[in-house]
């Protein structure tokens, strides 16, 4: 199969370079998406994504990123160019910069509350706690909630709670003060990434007068949907 005419479409992060080498030796184009933890590294720029915010409850809209231009009313983009052989188009979508960004603030939030109630309960301990246990909880539950990077490993202080007894004896229980640091660079690098998809592909051609070609509609078109973006309409 040579078509030129043909593109192969992949899933956000299924495509290898191994693959990618294939398929340009068979000359045919691909299109795909970067999986969120290689954007950072994948040369693109996000400077233009620094300092997004939904803090502002009275702003009309959210902020778009500087020099992306509108898609449609879930999409904008901006074309990187080639970087390598590769040509890379950065996506901005709106509605999920905000579910992004309120749902990590609100497990991170959730866990707070978590971590103030768990030491309040062993601050009032009735039997000894176990070190290994005690700890095993609180990170399991960070691993349910999927906010595990954002914090550094718990560390836990021992404390001895006395309580006394009916019979006026004072009985002691060993017990632990847990803390946790938060791990705001860690945060701070994937706030860049709210909302944000980076296509990649091998489609460089350029039009008469240099710049590139707009992106093809029905490759675009679905490898949006295969990557968890909202359907784009037929307005290319």
Same mark, same amino acid.
């Given at each position: 199969m040579t078509d030129k005419n043909v593109t192969l479409v992949f899933d956000r992060g299924i495509i290898s370079e191994d693959n990618a080498n294939l398929i340009e030796e068979?000359?045919?184009?691909?299109?795909?998406?970067?999986?969120?933890?290689? !954007?950072?590294?994948?040369?693109?720029?996000?400077?233009?994504?620094?300092?997004?915010? !939904?803090? /502002?409850?009275?702003?009309? /809209? !959210?902020?778009?990123? @500087?020099?992306?231009?509108?898609? &449609? /009313?879930?999409?904008?983009?901006? /074309?990187?160019?080639?970087?390598?052989?590769?040509?890379? !188009?950065?996506?901005?979508?709106? $509605?999920?910069?905000?579910?992004?960004?309120?749902?990590? &603030?609100?497990?991170i939030t959730f866990f707070k509350d978590y971590l103030k109630e768990e030491n309040k309960n062993l601050k009032n301990a009735q039997r000894d706690r176990q070190y290994d246990a005690t700890k095993s909880r609180i990170v399991d539950e960070l691993k349910r909630l999927k906010i595990h990077k954002y914090f550094e490993d718990p560390v836990?202080?021992?404390?001895?709670? $006395?309580?006394?007894?009916?019979?006026? @004896?004072?009985?002691?229980?060993?017990?632990?003060k847990i803390e946790i640091k938060l791990l705001t660079d860690v945060i701070a690098a994937d706030r860049l990434l709210d909302g944000v998809c980076v296509f990649i592909t091998n489609h460089t051609e350029r039009e008469d007068g240099g710049a590139f070609k707009p992106p093809f509609r029905k490759d675009f078109n679905k490898i949006l949907i295969l990557s968890g973006f909202p359907q784009i309409q037929n307005n290319m």
């Open positions: 068979a000359k045919l184009k691909y299109i795909s998406a970067l999986d969120r933890n290689q !954007i950072p590294s994948c040369g693109v720029s996000l400077k233009s994504l620094n300092g997004l915010s !939904i803090e /502002d409850k009275d702003a009309s /809209d !959210i902020p778009i990123p @500087q020099g992306f231009l509108n898609y &449609d /009313d879930e999409l904008y983009y901006h /074309d990187n160019g080639v970087i390598g052989n590769k040509r890379f !188009i950065t996506g901005f979508n709106p $509605t999920l910069f905000i579910e992004d960004r309120n749902n990590r &603030d609100e497990k836990l202080t021992s404390i001895t709670v $006395t309580h006394r007894l009916k019979n006026g @004896q004072v009985k002691s229980v060993k017990s632990f």
